[in-house]
């Protein structure tokens, strides 16, 4: 295998990823794009089957009135992300949010729950003051993606499933993107793809922690491409933990699944192995806090119970009365009936799981990056939430930025007249990166792994400390250093799993250092960033966002002021008089 045996493939606009990102991007460009222009979707996994948008539970914020507004749920937004978003991609998402819910239902053809009177059912959830979360059930994602994917299939996009995206390819001049090297899964072998625009839509996925939500593939290789290349990507300390992660044991990969916020919403109460409800401990709104504040909650609880056996909380919906919420939570009860709990009528072990990250490649409203030709939108765009994403700001970013990144790459090819020429030097470098386990002796990849996620856990999770970090930053560096001497059987490359496995503890390996520099640099709490030796978050009106890039292959970190361009701290968009909420006390 030589560089010599690389495939080209061309194509105008090329979309890495098929969650609601990625194919809301699709479905946009083909309206906004000149006709005839080709258009390719690549993706990790199958169309449909991947990314995290399908395994949405909760549901998708959006202001429809009865009280609530646009500003509202901006301010909710804001003050959700303590101050630290980009206020105009925020500002954007909660707009934009009115009419893409209509797409979605008029469309895309995706059917919501509804009250009695047929407009949208919308729940309660935790952080926000207003009930504003659009849902099918506790199956959201799923109605999403299986609409969205049902359009995209019958279109004339090309797909590229199976192919994993494994370096951004710029032109010699480091100016602008040139394609996208990736791995066909199927066979093993290199492909090239030019194109004039290229979406970055492969999502988060914080698998480095011992307890995570997103599936075992989803490794963060977008931002970790997208550092290679010389991109900037901010609040890499922010790294959500959803408080209610399902704790079943290590036999099973349904640990870490997360039982979603509308529990707490609906009235679900925390309870500790004592039998004491505690949440209101912590925050005056108890399990309605934010989703940082339970999670810190909630680890503290753990932190206070020497008993191996007990490791977890418990979350308790019986009170509620358990028909209810079979008929409210049937995803959820039924989820946990697999695993052996009783969700409804009993109690369900629970802990902190890593979920969402709340950083990444610093882009504009347009989703525009530095790199001209490179557009980021969802997961892998940072702004939009600050320090904390709000429980259904999630998929609703997902699908605003897809489309509005489908909308302007297919304006901004009508002024990129040719495809462009690749660096050879970065092409061949990123292949002898991919293929660097190919020359080794074959070795196990998953110690290494369990190792990585056990040490961010202690180190880099949910309460975090200096010494903590640096010991972290110690332990990354061993297990980098030990998978450059471990190998991969290059006899069959054809779904070499092993192979994807190395790859994906690589990107998880250089993605964790950066969370760690971050979070060592960030010298207060804000958010999901909770420093022990630093509690305080710092004045509101002297707000800084971490900035990591690399340089001279090395890692750096500075901190960029927060430009409050639509509202201040201690101010409000608000109208005088109105509600501090619109949602009933528990």
């Known amino acids: 295998m030589s560089i010599?045996?690389?495939?080209?493939?061309?194509?105008?606009?090329?979309?890495?990823?098929?969650?609601?990102?990625?194919?809301?991007?699709?479905?946009?460009?083909?309206?906004?794009?000149?006709?005839?222009?080709?258009?390719?979707?690549?993706?990790?996994?199958?169309?449909?089957?991947?990314?995290?948008?399908?395994?949405?539970?909760?549901?998708?914020?959006?202001?429809?009135?009865?009280?609530?507004?646009?500003?509202?749920?901006?301010?909710?937004?804001?003050?959700?992300?303590?101050?630290?978003?980009?206020?105009?991609?925020?500002?954007?998402?909660?707009?934009?949010?009115?009419?893409?819910?209509?797409?979605?239902?008029?469309?895309?053809?995706?059917?919501?729950?509804?009250?009695?009177?047929?407009?949208?059912?919308?729940?309660?959830?935790?952080?926000?003051?207003?009930?504003?979360?659009?849902?099918?059930?506790?199956?959201?994602g799923i109605e999403i993606i299986n609409r969205l994917m049902e359009k995209v299939l019958a279109s004339g996009v090309e797909k590229l499933q199976e192919h994993r995206a494994v370096g951004l390819i710029p032109t010699k001049d480091g100016t602008a993107l040139a394609g996208v090297l990736m791995i066909d899964m199927r066979t093993g072998k290199f492909r090239l793809v030019r194109a004039k625009t290229v979406l970055m839509g492969t999502g988060g996925g914080p698998s480095m922690y011992k307890y995570h939500t997103p599936s075992g593939d989803k490794t963060m290789d977008g931002l970790?491409?997208?550092?290679?290349?010389?991109?900037?990507?901010?609040?890499?300390?922010?790294?959500?933990?959803?408080?209610?992660?399902?704790?079943?044991?290590?036999?099973?990969?349904?640990?870490?699944?997360?039982?979603?916020?509308?529990?707490?919403?609906?009235?679900?109460?925390?309870?500790?192995?004592a039998?004491?409800?505690?949440?209101?401990?912590?925050?005056?709104?108890?399990?309605?806090?934010t989703r940082d504040v339970v999670s810190r909650g909630i680890y503290s609880e753990m932190r206070k119970n020497n008993n191996p056996e007990q490791e977890g909380v418990f979350v308790s919906m019986a009170h509620l009365g358990p028909e209810n919420v079979r008929k409210k939570f049937k995803g959820m009860v039924n989820r946990c009936a697999d695993s052996g709990f009783d969700l409804a009528a009993g109690k369900v072990e629970v802990v902190p799981t890593a979920h969402y990250f709340m950083g990444g490649v610093i882009v504009d409203v347009d989703t525009r990056t530095a790199l001209e030709g490179l557009y980021v939108a969802g997961e892998d765009a940072g702004g939009a939430h600050g320090s904390n994403r709000l429980g259904g700001n999630g998929v609703a970013n997902s699908t605003v930025y897809g489309g509005i990144a489908g909308d302007t790459m297919g304006a901004d090819i009508r002024r990129m007249p040719a495809l462009r020429d690749p660096d050879e030097a970065v092409l061949a470098a990123e292949y002898e990166r991919a293929t660097y386990p190919l020359q080794h002796k074959p070795d196990l990849v998953l110690p290494l792994r369990k190792q990585l996620q056990d040490l961010m856990w202690e180190e880099v999770g949910v309460m975090r400390t200096e010494a903590g970090m640096k010991r972290g930053l110690t332990g990354i560096a061993e297990v980098s250093d030990a998978l450059m001497d471990v190998g991969v059987d290059d006899g069959n490359l054809a779904f070499n799993l092993t192979w994807h496995d190395w790859l994906n503890l690589r990107s998880l390996?250089?993605?964790?250092?950066?969370?760690?520099?971050?979070?060592?640099?960030?010298?207060?709490?804000?958010?999901?960033?909770?420093?022990?030796?630093?509690?305080?978050?710092?004045?509101?009106?002297?707000?800084?966002?971490?900035?990591?890039?690399?340089?001279?292959?090395?890692?750096?970190?500075?901190?960029?002021?927060?430009?409050?361009?639509?509202?201040?701290?201690?101010?409000?968009?608000?109208?005088?008089?109105?509600?501090e909420t619109l949602v009933a006390a528990q």
């Open 509 to 579: 390996c250089d993605v964790s250092e950066v969370i760690t520099k971050a979070g060592i640099t960030r010298e207060n709490s804000r958010g999901a960033h909770f420093r022990e030796d630093f509690p305080d978050p710092g004045a509101m009106k002297d707000s800084d966002f971490t900035v990591a890039r690399l340089n001279d292959g090395a890692v750096e970190v500075t901190n960029e002021p927060v430009q409050f361009t639509i509202v201040r701290p201690g101010e409000t968009v608000l109208p005088q008089g109105a509600p």
């Open 224 to 273: 970790a491409m997208a550092l290679r290349v010389g991109l900037s990507l901010r609040d890499m300390e922010m790294v959500q933990f959803h408080p209610t992660g399902l704790l079943a044991g290590d036999h099973t990969r349904m640990t870490g699944t997360v039982l979603e916020e509308g529990l707490r919403g609906a009235g679900g109460q925390l309870i500790s192995h």
């Open 275 to 289: 039998g004491r409800r505690f949440m209101f401990d912590y925050d005056d709104k108890g399990e309605r806090a």
């Open 4 to 140: 010599a045996n690389i495939e080209r493939h061309d194509t105008d606009i090329l979309i890495l990823g098929s969650g609601g990102a990625g194919l809301f991007a699709a479905l946009h460009a083909q309206q906004s794009a000149p006709e005839g222009t080709k258009i390719t979707i690549a993706v990790k996994g199958l169309i449909g089957k991947s990314g995290c948008t399908r395994m949405v539970q909760g549901g998708y914020n959006v202001a429809l009135g009865g009280g609530d507004t646009v500003e509202r749920h901006f301010m909710d937004t804001i003050n959700g992300g303590k101050w630290l978003p980009n206020q105009d991609i925020a500002w954007r998402l909660c707009e934009q949010a009115v009419v893409r819910i209509r797409e979605l239902e008029n469309e895309v053809g995706c059917f919501f729950d509804r009250n009695p009177d047929g407009s949208l059912h919308q729940k309660a959830f935790a952080g926000q003051t207003a009930d504003r979360t659009v849902h099918k059930g506790d199956l959201t």
